[in-house]
């Protein structure tokens, strides 16, 4: 059985494509089959996640590339930018994993589908669309950013992660 265990960043070629959904793409110990049916093992390093195009080594020497495969989700657009920042915003405070997409003109959210949420974003005035999309969820202020491969930049974490965080309190003294 291939084992794959390393992340690379480009290769001359690729051996075998293998499709999952976000949720296995975040887990870091996973038996699957490549797209051809070959049995493969995975082992990343704890805390990585996998996106659509990313690279991995097998322990033989081949090189397979990450597909996201087409989920169930909800595509969430608003009539104006606030309105889908409101939109963002009581998401967040659920918790609920979320991707942004769209362009400078046109942004939107995707997230997966649930009955629950989906009521809520129309009240708030959304246009919630149900969608075979690949899920690609920001990965959080700490998590390294979200990236499309193909981009020019690299997207950084929103903030440096702290060895110790001193929490300032109003009551503080400058």
Do not use: W
């Amino acid at each position: 059985m291939l084992t794959l265990h390393t992340k690379i960043e480009k290769a001359d070629k690729i051996d075998g494509e293998l499709v999952l959904p976000y949720d296995l793409r975040e887990k870091s110990r996973l038996r699957a089959q490549l797209v051809s049916g070959e049995d493969v093992a995975l082992f990343t390093v704890r805390g990585t996640v996998l996106r659509n195009g990313d690279l991995l080594k097998g322990d033989d020497g081949r090189i397979v590339k990450i597909t996201a495969a087409q989920e169930a989700t909800y595509r969430v657009e608003c009539d104006t930018p606030r309105n889908l920042l409101r939109c963002a915003f009581h998401l967040g405070n659920r918790h609920t994993q979320a991707q942004v997409d769209g362009d400078a003109q046109h942004g939107f959210l995707r997230i997966r589908k649930d009955a629950v949420l989906k009521e809520m974003l129309e009240g708030l005035g959304a246009k919630v669309t149900e969608e075979l999309a690949a899920f690609e969820p920001e990965s959080g202020a700490y998590g390294g950013g979200h990236h499309h491969h193909g981009d020019d930049h690299h997207h950084h974490p929103l903030a440096p992660i702290p060895l110790r965080q001193k929490i300032h309190r109003p009551s503080d003294k400058s």
